[in-house]
Structures are given as structure tokens and as C-alpha cells.
T-cell receptor, first 116, second 114 residues
């Protein structure tokens, strides 16, 4: 069965612009989580959506937002881009919400964002 | 929130030898500890996980041990092969109703020398 699909895989933006990243979860998975990966900070949790509702949120500024659609596909948006937003953005899907406890995440290959 | 420390940051072993990666966590309420392997250009892939009611779990050449009292867990890879070369991440899930998702260690770059 198809895995987690993220688009676009690579993109370049300039400071002040905004960006939208897309994630299609594994069929039947209702939870989508987003993580930011950088060499300095490693993998950091952004937020989780389950059944179109944000269930969980990490410690990121309000410039980072997301949403989930009725087909479980999710998008995340970063507004007013800063140089420090350059990172690999990973999406992961799972059957249940992380709030339900131990939950196996399947990650996509990521969207690599470069901010100039 | 939870804090996960992972050591070493780089580990080089001869092919066929064993590799051990260690992690410690801070919150005793954490109850789920997965390990992920990330190859170049790919997302992390779950290789093994353990829940807090289990002390050890094994899957072929890979094993994970958990010491809840000391709050540390380790990944053991035996008979290492070239395809084991990758970055490995440990993680912990806090079950106290917080909103942190999985907390990851900073990663271990495992290099298998031929």
C-alpha cells in the first residue's frame, strides 16, 4: 500500500514569503503529525491533526499553522518566512491520535525548505 | 516537558561487530519508546519500539532494552552489515496528557566499516 506522500520535495523561498506544504497519509490513517528537522535542533514536534481537529501542538510560533481535510490529507503553512525556518519538514501518519498513547508513526520523505 | 539525551552522536564499528546506542529520558510518565532509522534523503523509519511494561524486545539482529528505574533505554544491533549505516533516533512519548508529541534524541550516525 502507498506510504506517506509529501509535496513538494524541495522548494526555495525568500524571507518574508509564505509556504504551504502538503501531506497525504496512508489510506485509513486519520492522524497526521508534522515535525521540523534541522541539524542543530534535531526533530521537533510541530502539531498533530486528527479528524480535522488540531489535537496536539508543539512549541512553535503562530507563523506555523496547519489544517486537515475530511480525506485526512493535511497541509502546513509557514508565513513570514525567516532564514531559521530552513529545514526538512516531515509529516507522519498513524491510525490513532497521539493522545491515545503509544502510537506507531509512519513518516514521509519530507519537504526540504530553503529560505534565502 | 520531556527531554531525551542520546549517545554517542557518531559510532563507527567494524562490519560483523555489535553496536549499542543509549538514550535517557527525563519524565517518568513517558511510556512508549520507539527507535527510528533515517537513511540519506528519506524520512525516519520505525525499526523497533518498546512499551513501559516490557523490559526487553528483540527482532532478529535488533534489540531494545528499557530500564524504567534509571530512565534509560538502549538499542543493540548485532552482526552489523553495511546496510545498517544510517542515522538512528530514539524517542519517548509522554503519556501525561501533554501536547509534545514524540520527543526525539539528537541522533546517532552509525558507520559500518567494511
Amino acid at each position: 500500500k502507498a506510504g506517506v506522500t509529501q509535496t513538494p520535495r524541495y522548494l526555495i523561498k525568500t524571507r518574508g514569503q509564505q509556504v504551504t506544504l502538503s501531506c497525504s497519509p496512508i489510506s485509513g490513517h486519520r492522524s497526521v503529525s508534522w515535525y521540523q528537522q534541522t541539524p542543530g535542533q534535531g526533530l521537533q514536534f510541530l502539531f498533530e491533526y486528527f479528524s480535522e481537529t488540531q489535537r496536539n501542538k508543539g512549541n512553535f510560533p503562530g507563523r506555523f499553522s496547519g489544517r486537515q481535510f475530511s480525506n485526512s490529507r493535511s497541509e502546513m503553512n509557514v508565513s513570514t518566512l525567516e532564514l531559521g525556518d530552513s529545514a526538512l519538514y516531515l509529516c507522519a501518519s498513524s491510525l490513532r491520535s497521539g493522545l491515545a498513547g503509544a502510537n506507531v508513526l509512519t513518516f514521509g520523505a519530507g519537504s526540504r525548505l530553503t529560505v534565502l | 516537558g520531556e527531554n531525551v539525551e542520546q549517545h554517542p552522536s557518531t559510532l563507527s564499528v567494524q562490519e560483523g561487530d555489535s553496536a549499542v546506542i543509549k538514550c535517557t529520558y527525563s519524565d517518568s510518565a513517558s511510556n512508549y519508546f520507539p527507535w527510528y532509522k533515517q537513511e540519506l534523503g528519506k524520512g525516519p523509519q520505525l525499526i523497533i519500539d518498546i512499551r513501559s511494561n516490557v523490559g526487553e524486545k528483540k527482532d532478529q539482529r535488533i534489540a531494545v532494552t528499557l530500564n524504567k528505574t534509571a530512565k534509560h533505554f538502549s538499542l543493540h544491533i548485532t552482526e552489523t552489515q553495511p546496510e545498517d549505516s544510517a542515522v538512528y533516533f530514539c524517542a519517548a512519548l509522554y503519556s501525561g496528557g501533554g501536547a509534545d508529541g514524540l520527543t526525539f534524541g539528537k541522533g546517532t550516525h552509525l558507520i559500518i566499516q567494511p
